[in-house]
């Protein structure tokens, strides 16, 4: 077997570790993104109670003024009530007290809701974020781990990388190139053995000359049916040429 040969199968051979390698790795992403998920579905509940929280309390704010506001017009309507000297002018102010007295009642009512409201508000946000800081105190181990696993696989496919193209030194590079492709599309092995009469990827027969000249030229040819590279690794039995000649 020739030694360029020899260096490719070899480079197969890595490049099939590497798969693997590459493999574990890309396994590691929907832990990540489970883990991900989880902690965005917390931190969103945390940021919705936030921004309700503070558009209550923006309505807490406004009503309050508007309760200051409406005081200070019920007070002044007492002292008009207290001033007026003509039934007239007090069943008006009386109407004006009345009315003044009822409004606020109602707006420190609703007032009262919405203190209620806040609290409760505030009391689920401290929750989420209970909920938030347990689930990343659980979430630090599987992480780490994760993380190292990582490391370690990353360390492993340089090494790996750095052996298979030391390989791949020993190789054509136009040679290297056709199978670099292949291999990329097929994303598995590109260079196979003949097996007996046919491919030993697609078991398609090989015609006679070609199948002459890699054995005996030790030639790498590509399967018209398949497009993989191919080879041959040992003679064919005589058993098999004879049968060929005979067709």
Do not use: W
Not at 183 to 192: G, M, T, V
């Amino acid at each position: 077997m020739q030694p360029e040969l020899v260096a490719l199968l070899a480079v197969q051979e890595d490049d099939g570790a590497i798969r693997l390698i590459e493999r574990d790795l890309a396994a590691l992403a929907p832990r990540i993104a489970s883990l991900d998920k989880a902690r965005q579905r917390v931190h969103d509940e945390v940021e919705r109670s936030r921004v309700a929280i503070e558009r209550e309390t923006e309505r807490y704010r406004t009503l309050s003024q508007r309760i200051t506001d409406h005081r200070e017009k019920h007070e002044k309507n007492l002292a008009t009530l207290d001033q007026a000297r003509k039934l007239r002018e007090a069943t008006a102010a009386m109407a004006q007290v009345e009315m003044a007295r009822r409004v606020l009642a109602e707006e420190e009512s609703e007032l009262a809701g919405m203190a209620r409201r806040l609290g409760e508000m505030t009391s689920a946000q401290e929750a989420h974020r209970s909920a938030a800081a347990a689930l990343e105190a659980e979430q630090a181990t599987a992480r780490a781990e994760i993380a190292s696993e990582q490391e370690r696989l990353q360390a492993s496919l340089k090494a790996a990388l750095t052996v298979r193209n030391q390989k791949a030194a020993g190789v054509n590079p136009g040679l290297l190139s056709r199978y670099d492709r292949l291999a990329i599309r097929r994303k598995s092995n590109a260079l196979f053995a003949i097996r007996g009469l046919t491919c030993g990827a697609c078991d398609t027969a090989i015609p006679l000359q070609r199948r002459n000249a890699l054995m005996v030229a030790g030639l790498i040819d590509v399967c018209e049916a398949c497009g993989v590279l191919l080879f041959a690794s040992v003679e064919p039995p005589a058993a098999e040429a004879s049968a060929e000649a005979s067709a």
